[in-house]
């Protein structure tokens, strides 16, 4: 009932920042929690970010330096990353669920296609 379509990815620099967006499709938008998943070659899929109609909330490895943020007026997501590091290097996905969600990918039942983020050291 809801596609989601990322981009913003890319190559960057260690320290540099990147911005991801995921542009959604569907009905009640505003009614969905919305996060940011990643994952690592080799690496099970592993939270990042989420962002519901109640609060924020954020992995201990990303907390201070990533910010998820949310446009109902464009059906769109944010994650604004910062201070990058070579960890970081990931396929990125966004996901979203009607209602709440927990942190876990257990939870979302919708998912977008993936964009590439790597670090550079």
């Known amino acids: 009932q809801v596609q989601l379509v990322e981009s913003g990815g890319g190559l960057v620099q260690a320290g540099g920042s990147l911005r991801l967006s995921c542009a959604a499709s569907?009905?009640?938008?505003?009614?969905?929690?919305m996060g940011w998943f990643r994952q690592a070659p080799g690496k099970g899929r592993e939270f990042v970010a989420q962002i519901t109609f109640v609060e924020t909330s954020y992995a201990d490895s990303v907390k201070g330096r990533f910010t998820i943020s949310r446009d109902n007026a464009r059906n769109t997501v944010y994650l604004h990353m910062n201070s990058l590091k070579p960890e970081d290097t990931a396929v990125y996905y966004c996901?979203?669920?009607?209602?709440?969600?927990?942190?876990?990918?257990?939870?979302?039942?919708?998912w977008g296609q993936g964009t590439q983020v790597t670090v550079s050291s």
């Open positions: 996901a979203a669920r009607l209602g709440i969600a927990s942190a876990e990918v257990e939870s979302y039942p919708h």
């Open positions: 569907g009905r009640s938008f505003s009614g969905y929690s």
